[in-house]
């Protein structure tokens, strides 16, 4: 829909991509480490890096993206400089904020756990929701890489906060 109003209407626009946003007033966990389901947390992101995001630093960097003219038709990834490891993360999140019970889950082992449960889903016609899939285990789970370069370098962006 952005995309069709640029073209109709010339509406500048700018696509932020986050990472996951955390800091003041946000205490839970995100979905990138892994899923909290029937009381049990799965540790899914293995050693991957979490993309974090300090929301204050997320609020500057859409700001920027709003008055700054060289945004236009851009699709800018903003995240911190520093991405922790999930397992770190989980460790620290159960030591500083609250303690629970996770069990951890390999890549293939997490990546066929997904597949069953679409598949099951397909086949029950939704009797249990296709929450966990293949796409979004290529997505949280798999261990994608980001960059912010072209967010410092078309914004003048710099990281102020940081864990």
Known sequence: MVLEYNRKYGVPYAIIRPGAVYGPGNKGITGRVGVDTFGVFMHLGGSNRIPLSYVE????????????????GM???WLMMI?????????????????????????????????????????????????????????????????NEKLKRLLGWKQESCI
Not at 57 to 72: D, F, P, Q, S, T
């Open 57 to 72: 630093n997320c609020a500057e960097a859409i700001v920027l993206a709003g008055i700054k003219e060289e945004r236009m």
């Open 83 to 147: 991405c922790q490891r999930v397992g770190k993360f989980l460790r620290l999140y159960k030591k500083n904020v609250k303690q629970f019970t996770s069990i951890y889950l390999p890549r293939p082992m997490s990546y066929l756990l997904c597949y069953l449960w679409e598949k099951y889903s397909e086949w029950s016609k939704g009797q249990l929701p296709p929450a966990f899939n293949r796409k979004r285990w290529s997505a949280d789970w798999k261990g994608n890489t980001y960059s």
């Open 75 to 77: 699709c800018l990834t």
